[in-house]
């Protein structure tokens, strides 16, 4: 799993009823965009993330700007 800064990371529910966690990518720790990720969630929290197998990375595209 590879990323950039300005990159989503969607967090998928793991029981019914659990909503997708969705935060933005503000600093790669890792080499060459492997995890982990600083993410700034939406309820405005931020940590620390290595994502598991129930995450997705949806990239930017060129020029692209997130609100």
């Given at each position: 799993m590879r990323a950039t800064t300005g990159d989503q990371l969607v967090q998928h529910g793991r029981v019914v009823g659990q909503h997708d966690k969705v935060?933005?990518?503000v600093e790669v720790l890792g080499q060459g965009g492997d995890p982990p990720y600083r993410?700034?969630?939406?309820?405005?929290?931020e940590g620390v993330c290595s994502p598991g197998p129930d995450?997705?990375?949806r990239h930017r595209k060129a020029g692209e700007r997130r609100p």
């Amino acid at each position: 799993m590879r990323a950039t800064t300005g990159d989503q990371l969607v967090q998928h529910g793991r029981v019914v009823g659990q909503h997708d966690k969705v935060g933005e990518i503000v600093e790669v720790l890792g080499q060459g965009g492997d995890p982990p990720y600083r993410v700034r969630f939406e309820d405005g929290h931020e940590g620390v993330c290595s994502p598991g197998p129930d995450t997705e990375i949806r990239h930017r595209k060129a020029g692209e700007r997130r609100p």
